[in-house]
């Protein structure tokens, strides 16, 4: 009996405009700055035009990422609301997938922009075992005070020991497959950011995120009574964490050619989950140069591939799984992610550039024995 699992960034799946951009032209889309606007009421017309017109490709192509998952439970990042949810599954996925995810779950959590993570489920697995659902516990309410992590690290980015961990949500969901428990963590970690205060954005970012999985640790911990139980039940942490173990970075340009070299890195929010064994980085088990989902670049001076976006498996459920290996789908990248050699991939038709494309991120699927 096999489930199949799969986590993605979906790149703000909306239902309303942002209008910020008037007043903040760092929010302010690219393609408006090239003309000259004479008031608010002009630029909230132009800016309904462009999202509407930029949207429907995005979501075609969303969706066909998907859908190229085959997952049976998928989660998600970056969703505005259920409503937002349901026009996109009944619009765009359904037509791909036919029946599709009848069940969705989803909290409001803590991100300022409103977007939040999101399980879809279905009825049942292609092996036809039915999926039930169970219970759903959110943990945006935890603050640092609660969990005792508020650190001096944290002070000195202004946050104080009353405010909330997550940045979103930690979203609980407990399932059954086949009558087998199963829980999910469903998170989205603090954003790396622009650099500040003299560091680059990830280091200056970074307590928060330690935070974050320090917290989801402890929730995973406390709901099975410790760690030695919590190593002995089936779960996973899925989401995107903002943070990476390597990079593969990249060198060279299209006429000399590509270098790609991975590198390790000294510190990662992701060491605090694995730790002792706690659970397994599933997408460790390919190789160091394939194991990426995001493309990066400030320009050719800094440009790398990494992976943000997490299926971690508890040591049970991972020593049963031995053999599985995620999938990583990268159809929907924009042609400007320069693929090390090997990896290229036909893209989904009407893929741009820079966009068009289903995302930033790319999905990461695995199949799972849940026997």
Not at 132 to 148: D, K, L, P
Not at 200 to 206: L, V
Not at 288 to 303: F, K, M, N, S
Request: aromatic share 8%; proline share 4%; hydrophobic share 40%.
């Amino acid at each position: 009996m096999s489930v199949r699992i799969a986590t993605f960034n979906v790149e703000n799946l909306m239902n309303r405009f942002d209008f910020s951009g008037f007043r903040n032209n760092l929010n302010q889309d690219r393609t408006l700055q090239l003309f000259q606007i004479k008031d608010e009421n002009q630029y909230r017309q132009l800016e309904q035009a462009r999202a509407i017109a930029h949207t429907d490709d995005t979501r075609q192509l969303t969706a066909l990422a998907i859908a190229a998952t085959h997952a049976d439970i998928i989660c998600l990042q970056e969703v505005d609301n259920i409503g937002a949810l349901n026009a996109f599954e009944f619009g765009y996925l359904f037509k791909m997938v036919g029946e599709g995810y009848r069940h969705k779950y989803m909290v409001e959590g803590n991100d300022s922009r409103g977007i939040d993570v999101a399980v879809l489920v279905r009825d049942q697995t292609r092996d036809g075992e039915a999926i039930e659902f169970v219970e759903m516990t959110s943990h945006a309410h935890v603050t640092y005070q609660e969990f005792g992590l508020h650190t001096p690290e944290l002070a000195l980015l202004g946050l104080e020991p009353h405010e909330r961990i997550f940045k979103r949500d930690c979203l609980c969901i407990d399932l059954r497959v086949g009558g087998r428990p199963l829980s999910l963590f469903v998170s989205h970690f603090k954003s790396m950011g622009s650099p500040r205060n003299g560091m680059d954005g990830r280091t200056a970012s970074m307590p928060v995120r330690m935070a974050e999985a320090k917290a989801v640790r402890r929730i995973i911990e406390e709901k099975f009574g410790g760690v030695a139980g919590a190593m002995a039940r089936d779960w996973l942490v899925c989401g995107d964490f903002n943070d990476y173990r390597e990079r593969v970075i990249i060198s060279g340009d299209s006429l000399s050619g590509y270098g790609f070299e991975p590198v390790e890195e000294a510190l990662s929010c992701v060491n605090v989950l694995t730790e002792g064994g706690f659970c397994e980085n599933l997408v460790e088990r390919r190789p160091a140069i394939d194991r990426w989902t995001l493309y990066h670049t400030r320009g050719p001076q800094e440009r790398h591939l990494c992976q943000l976006d997490y299926v971690l498996a508890s040591a049970a459920l991972a020593g049963k799984n031995a053999g599985a290996v995620p999938d990583i789908i990268r159809q929907g990248q924009p042609y400007r992610t320069i693929f090390p050699p090997d990896q290229a991939v036909e893209r989904f038709p009407r893929v741009g550039w820079d966009r068009p494309k289903a995302s930033d991120h790319c999905p990461v699927a695995v199949t799972l024995d849940m026997a």
